[in-house]
C-alpha cells in the first residue's frame, strides 16, 4: 500500500516540461480553458498559475511581462470591479495562434468594450498575449452589432 502511494505521488509530481511535452489539448482548447477560468469565472491567480507559462510575454503597454506581473495587475482590478461581466462570442485559431473574441461591461447596463485577445500556446501553456480595446458605442452607423 505505501509503495502505491509513493508511486502515486511520483506520477503527480512529474515536472512541468513533461506535462507540456504530452500536452494532448490543442491550442484552442487550452485557450477556451484558460479565458473561461479567467474572465468567465473570474479566477485570475488560477487561471494563470494553470495556464499560463512563467515567462510569459505581454504585448498590452499598460502591463508588465511575465505571468506573475499579469496576476498582479489583473488580480485587483477584478476583485475592485464585481460587476464586471465578459462573455466569450467566439474563438478562431490558427496553428498556435488563438483569437479570443469577447464582450467586456464594467457593470449592467454598460454598453462596455469589444475585445480581441490573441494568444500564442505552447505545450498547454499561453506563452504569448496580444489585445485590442473597443468602446461599444451608444449608437452605431449600421444595424449590425459589434459581436
Not at 511535452?21 to 473561461?36: D, E, G, N
Not at 477584478?78 to 467586456?104: C, K, M, Q, T, W
Amino acid at each position: 500500500m505505501r509503495l502505491l502511494a509513493l508511486s502515486l505521488l511520483a506520477a503527480l509530481a512529474v515536472p512541468q516540461a513533461a506535462s507540456a511535452a504530452s500536452c494532448k489539448l490543442s491550442p484552442k482548447q487550452v485557450v477556451t480553458r484558460f479565458m473561461t477560468q479567467f474572465y468567465v469565472d473570474k479566477d485570475v491567480k488560477g487561471a494563470f498559475e494553470t495556464w499560463v507559462d512563467p515567462g510569459y510575454i505581454q504585448h498590452n503597454p499598460m502591463a508588465r511581462t511575465g505571468r506573475d506581473a499579469a496576476i498582479a495587475f489583473l488580480a485587483p482590478f477584478f476583485a475592485s470591479n464585481p460587476d464586471v461581466h465578459y462573455e466569450i462570442r467566439r474563438v478562431i485559431a490558427d496553428g498556435d495562434l488563438v483569437a479570443v473574441h469577447s464582450h467586456g461591461t464594467l457593470k449592467k447596463g454598460d454598453p462596455g468594450v469589444a475585445v480581441v485577445d490573441i494568444l500564442r500556446v505552447k505545450g498547454c501553456k499561453v506563452m504569448e498575449h496580444w489585445d485590442v480595446v473597443q468602446p461599444v458605442p451608444a449608437k452605431s452607423a449600421n444595424e449590425n452589432t459589434m459581436f
